[in-house]
């Protein structure tokens, strides 16, 4: 079935970028999403990406995709602790339906 | 505007006991509804997913149940609760229909502890 795999932890400076990277098995995805969850809370998207696209941008975030690797990657330029929480990647299945599958998700922590 | 309810916040349950969680969307028509759950380290489970009332789709064989009973209602259920089944349970939607693309909004989460 369709899956999609994060690394679980990512741990970067002030200020440095952060990447964190997302692949997934559904060979004909049409979005790809990433969203953000602060502690406690429910998730709340961040931006997304069409999959006739390689790349998008949105002020400090930074979306790359390819397609072949089925490799996607999201980069937060100047890294916050505000920034600190889980991401996570999510994969709308072509199934139909526009049913999300999500990945583990990527907690992010920022140290100054 | 939409809004989405998901109550209680938190609950703490004895094992064998029955479960019952609600969520509820405003604004919106037929939705497509969801439920994950997030267990620790184990990042987000799709349970089940509703494209319609009384349509369900299960993904997980597992000892809940989910229930849409009215167009934007949505109820997670369990006849007898596990240990295994604690954690943070999540409801969602996102708009009807398919190939568009569609943000997904989420309620604030359960916390669901069976001791």
């Known amino acids: 079935g369709e899956d999609v795999e994060q690394s679980l932890f990512l741990s970067v400076r002030e200020g440095d970028s952060s990447v964190i990277n997302c692949t997934y098995t559904?060979?004909?995805?049409?979005?790809l999403y990433w969203y953000k969850q602060e502690p406690g809370a429910g998730l709340q998207l961040l931006t997304y990406i069409f999959s006739n696209m390689d790349m998008k941008q949105d002020q400090r975030l930074t979306v790359l995709l390819n397609k072949k690797d089925k490799h996607l990657s999201l980069r937060i330029a100047d890294t916050q602790t505000g920034d600190s929480a889980i991401y996570f990647c999510a994969d709308q299945f072509s199934g139909g339906y526009n049913k999300l599958i999500f990945g583990a998700g990527t907690r992010l922590a920022v140290h100054p | 505007s939409q809004t989405i309810h998901q109550w209680p916040a938190t609950l703490v349950q004895p094992v064998g006991s029955p479960l019952s969680l609600e969520c509820t969307v405003e604004g919106t028509s037929n939705p497509n509804l969801y439920w994950y759950r997030q267990a620790a380290g184990r990042g987000l489970q799709l349970l089940f997913y509703s494209v319609g009332i009384g349509q369900i789709s299960s993904e997980v064989p597992q000892n809940l149940s989910a229930s849409r009973p009215q167009d934007r209602q949505f109820i997670l259920s369990s006849k007898k609760l596990l240990l295994s089944d604690s954690g943070f349970y999540l409801c969602?939607?996102?708009?009807?229909?398919?190939?568009?693309?569609?943000?997904?909004?989420f309620g604030q989460g359960t916390r669901l502890t069976v001791v």
């Open positions: 559904d060979s004909s995805s049409t979005y």
């Open positions: 969602a939607w996102s708009a009807p229909g398919t190939g568009a693309s569609t943000e997904a909004f």
